[in-house]
Every structure is written in structure tokens, then in C-alpha cells.
């Protein structure tokens, strides 16, 4: 009998794999698409945002069926200390608009759908499969998928990894290297349930208006990280990570216990009270940035989404990078497939560059420094200068009898004592790490 | 596992292989500081120090995320793999 030999493999059904198998399918091409989990979602965990714009390039028409939560009209930044929050909102009208530009969402809801999709363009995907090894030709070209079914693998042109952030066949196959602990975080989040009024009057919203807040400060007890709440239809996502190396080296409580904190903390408690919690995930995010993206393309494979480490972590994006480095992979594989020109290393290089011209290097390469400046500043970053916003906003708004050019000295001698010169440093380093 | 993280991991669905866990930990006598560590950074609790200070898991409740695995992984003491395409955990949400 001769094999069946697939004109691609997608290892994975998150938004990267859901991407590269829907372009493929959808231009022709005998997509398997391989997925561990019961169904496309059941294993994936996200804040979550949907960024309209990288699925519209391939569902143009999204907003019909997926299953969106709240479109965001509201974005709130807080640096918090321990009492409070400082922070930085923006609201507009405009983005009541016919086609929103970002939504929350329920990724287990979500990735559903996006598979069905993936499914209806003509795909077969084969669902409750672990996918465990790459299997290779003589010449180390890799010729397809070995999985915990019984039987001989699957074979294909070109095997599109896009397993995720803890991408095993990838790291064991020796294509990347393993994980550094300083350049994945781990967040935890929960789902909390409550009645659709309740979050729209708690956050002045109606209709399908959302809001996120994405918060910082000393929530985090000096490690490295970031908490966040998103409202959707009838529920709160709310979550807090921290770099696994924090964690694990100075940390001293477990993330379940700093969530706790940030569902405590005086700013965040009441806009929880009384609802239901009915999930807990954890999940590791890439956040080592350009640096720590690995080679993304060998003979027969390439690589997508978290598991190439495409997540902007000063803009918290990943999941339209997914969905675009996915897209940009596959349109890759479409044009060798028209050519009939195999999937060598050299062919696919094209990615590469696709890549490169596109936003999605070009924000990662702007940011590459920033994870260094975070590992040598953090405390300052996430203790310091929180409760130096903090103490400096309440000086300036209490009213006590204290002329104002004294408050403004008192600011400023506040922040000399805590940084001395050390502040002039830390906006240079800031400005550069930025740029 | 402190109640804190049980009445968590209580609101998860699971589909446990039986018999089969997916994250061993080799028999040691002195566990490093690495392991020591997963005692509190495992966001399920999983794992726990024995009276002789030995870091022994139970992986039911495990969410695949991970961590232990990148934490400990210079040190060889945790095996880890996937469950079997079907088991572990099974967000309703994500």
C-alpha cells in the first residue's frame, strides 16, 4: 500500500495553527491538522483579545459568526502600590463602530469556531492526537509526524509547528533551543461569572462595550510581571504572570496567592464582588522578544505563533501574531506547492522575509531590548516607581493647607531620595530600550 | 495542596489517564533549589515535600503548562511529557 503523503502537517489548532491550515486548505491544498486536545481550544488559555485585523485578512467576514465577546471602547493603565492605582485611561465613542478593532473573547469558544472554519475549507484534523516526534529521510529533510496513535505517522511535503510556547516536538527534535526561565512568564487567570447589567453598570458600559485594564505595580511583589482584567458578555477574565525566573528565584508566594492579592487589592475588589468563578488556568507566555525567537524554518518545516516566541510583551500581543506569522507561513507553502518547488530550508526562507518587511518584525526588532532593561530594572520598575506615582499623585491632590510649590518639591525630593541620580539613568535606559 | 488552589482546580474538567502520569519525579535523595522551588511556583499546587524533604507530585490536577518542566530542566529531575492526546486538562473557557 502506498502512503498517503499530505501536501502539509499543522501541529497545533491555536490561532497559529488554525491560521496556516485555514490559508492552506482554503487555496487547495490536503491539510492534517493534529491537535491533543478533546477540540481546537480545550487546551489553550488567553487573556483573551482578538485582534480584528489579523483575522480579517483571511475571514474577511468574521464578525458574523465568531463567537466575540465585548468590542473595547475603554483601556485603562494602572500602576498600582499597595493601596491603589495611578493610571492612565482612554474611552472614545469612535470605536463604536461597524467593524471594531478589537474584541474580548473566549478562546475555548473561539478557537471552535476558528477550526470549524478551518474544517469547512476542506482540512481533516484529527482531534485527541499528541503529536511526539518528527519523522525525517535519511538526508535529515523532515518528511512528517510521528503521534501517540498506533501505526507508522503521517507524512506530508511540510510539517508547520505550530505546537505553542511549550512546543516539545520542536525542542526535542533539536530545531530550537529549550525555554530560558527568564524568557517565558507564567500567568494564572480565572473566569468569573456575572450578570450581564451587573458589569455594565459596573463599568458604564452597554450594548456589546468593553473594557480592559491592563495593571502593573508592586501587585506583583517586586518580580517582573503583569496583571490584567477583561470584561466580556457575562463574565470578568482576570489574571496576573510574572517571569518564571522571578518566580522561581525570588519569589515567595505562589501565583494562585498573588492573584488572590490583585482580586483583594482596594481597586480591583469591587468590581469582582459577588461573582461566580468557575475556571483556572495557567498558561506560559514568550516574552523574551526578538532575541529569543528561534530558527523558523529547516528542510520540511517551519515554525508559527508562540512556539517561534512572536509575542510583543510591551503591547501584550501574541495572538494576532499567531494568526499572522500562520497566515505568512502558509501563503509561503502555497506558493512553493503552485511551483511545484519543494520545501527545502532555502525555499522557505521567503517566510523569513515576508516577516522581516512586515509589522511583525519590525515591532519585535523595535522592542528586543526591553526584556534586558527588565531583568536589570525590574524591581525599580515594578516597586519603585509605582509607589513613588502613587505617593507623588496624593501629594498633589490632598488639599491641606500646603502651597503647591511646596508639594512639587516634596514630589521631587521624594523621587531624588528613592532613584538620586539614578532616575536620569532609568529614563535614558527607558528611552533606549524603546526606541 | 492547600485548600486555596483544591477549591481552584475543583472548577476544572479533567479527563485523568489512569495510572499513567505525565510528569515523573526521578527518586533523589536532596532535591535542588529548582525543584524545591516548584513547591510554591506550580500554579496547581501539584507538588509537595515529603517528611525526609523529598519533592514528590501528583499530577492530576496538573494544567500543562509547563513551568516545572523549563524550571527544572538543567537539573534531570522531572520527566515530563504530554498526556495521552485526549487526557489532562480541558478548559471550558481557556
Known amino acids: ?435 | 495542596m492547600s485548600d486555596d488552589v483544591e477549591n481552584r482546580l475543583f472548577q476544572n474538567r479533567y479527563v485523568v489517564d489512569t495510572g499513567k502520569p505525565h510528569i515523573h519525579v526521578v527518586p533523589h535523595e536532596t532535591p535542588s533549589e529548582e525543584l524545591k522551588a516548584m513547591v510554591h511556583v506550580c500554579p496547581a499546587g501539584c507538588y509537595s515535600q515529603n517528611e525526609h524533604g523529598q519533592v514528590e507530585i501528583v499530577a492530576d490536577g496538573c494544567m500543562e503548562c509547563g513551568t516545572c518542566r523549563v524550571v527544572c530542566q538543567n537539573t534531570g529531575e522531572i520527566e515530563w511529557n504530554y498526556p495521552r492526546g485526549g487526557f489532562g486538562v480541558l478548559f471550558k473557557f481557556g
Open chain 1, 1 to 435: 500500500m502506498s502512503k498517503v503523503v499530505f501536501d502539509a502537517i499543522v501541529v497545533g489548532a491555536g490561532p497559529a495553527g488554525n491560521s496556516a491550515a485555514y490559508t492552506m486548505a482554503n487555496a487547495g491544498l490536503n491539510v492534517l491538522q493534529i491537535e491533543r486536545g478533546e477540540y481546537s481550544g480545550s487546551k489553550n488559555v488567553q487573556g483573551a483579545i482578538l485582534y480584528s485585523d489579523a483575522l480579517e485578512q483571511m475571514i474577511p467576514d468574521f464578525r458574523e459568526e465568531a463567537p466575540l465577546e465585548r468590542h473595547i471602547v475603554e483601556q485603562r493603565i494602572w500602576m498600582m502600590d499597595d493601596r491603589g492605582h495611578t493610571g492612565m485611561h482612554h474611552r472614545s465613542d469612535d470605536y463604536n463602530e461597524d467593524l471594531p478593532n478589537r474584541y474580548t473573547i473566549i478562546r475555548a469558544q473561539f478557537d471552535k469556531w476558528f477550526n470549524r472554519q478551518v474544517r469547512d475549507a476542506g482540512a481533516t484534523v484529527l482531534y485527541e492526537t499528541t503529536a511526539t516526534s518528527l519523522l525525517r529521510d535519511p538526508g535529515g529533510q523532515v518528511i512528517g509526524v510521528q503521534t501517540d496513535r498506533e501505526g507508522e505517522g503521517f507524512y506530508a511535503n511540510v510539517v508547520v509547528l505550530a505546537e505553542g510556547v511549550n512546543g516539545l516536538v520542536g525542542q526535542r527534535s533539536g530545531l530550537r533551543s529549550e525555554l530560558r526561565p527568564e524568557d517565558v512568564a507564567l500567568a494564572v487567570k480565572e473566569m468569573h461569572f456575572l450578570p450581564q447589567e451587573t458589569i455594565e453598570s459596573r463599568f458604564n458600559i452597554t450594548g456589546d462595550e468593553g473594557v480592559v485594564i491592563e495593571a502593573m505595580g508592586t501587585i506583583t511583589d517586586g518580580m517582573i510581571g503583569t496583571a490584567f482584567l477583561y470584561t466580556n458578555r457575562e463574565s470578568i477574565s482576570i489574571g496576573i504572570g510574572c517571569l518564571v525566573s522571578e518566580l522561581s528565584r525570588i519569589g515567595k508566594d505562589s501565583p494562585y496567592q498573588l492573584l488572590d492579592r490583585f482580586k483583594a487589592h482596594p481597586s480591583i475588589r469591587g468590581l469582582l464582588e459577588g461573582s461566580e468563578m468557575k475556571e483556572y488556568a495557567a498558561h506560559l507566555i514568550p516574552e523574551g522578544g526578538y532575541r529569543a525567537i528561534p530558527d523558523l524554518v529547516g528542510d520540511g518545516w517551519i515554525c508559527v505563533g508562540d512556539a517561534g516566541h512572536f509575542v510583543n510583551a510591551v503591547h501584550r500581543e501574541g495572538s494576532n501574531l499567531a494568526m499572522t506569522t500562520g497566515r505568512f507561513a502558509a501563503e509561503t507553502i502555497i506558493m512553493l506547492n503552485k511551483r511545484g518547488q519543494a520545501c527545502t530550508k532555502k525555499a522557505l526562507g521567503a517566510y523569513r522575509q515576508r516577516l522581516d518587511d512586515s509589522f511583525v518584525m519590525k515591532d519585535m526588532k523595535k522592542y528586543k531590548d526591553v526584556p534586558r532593561m527588565l531583568e536589570k530594572q525590574g524591581s525599580t520598575i515594578m516597586d519603585t516607581y509605582p509607589r513613588l506615582m502613587n505617593g507623588a499623585a496624593q501629594t498633589w491632590f490632598r488639599v491641606d493647607g500646603r502651597d503647591k510649590k511646596t508639594k512639587e518639591n516634596e514630589i521631587v525630593k521624594s523621587a531624588w531620595r528613592v532613584r538620586g541620580l539614578g532616575l536620569l539613568g532609568d529614563a535614558v535606559k527607558l528611552a533606549r530600550a524603546w526606541r
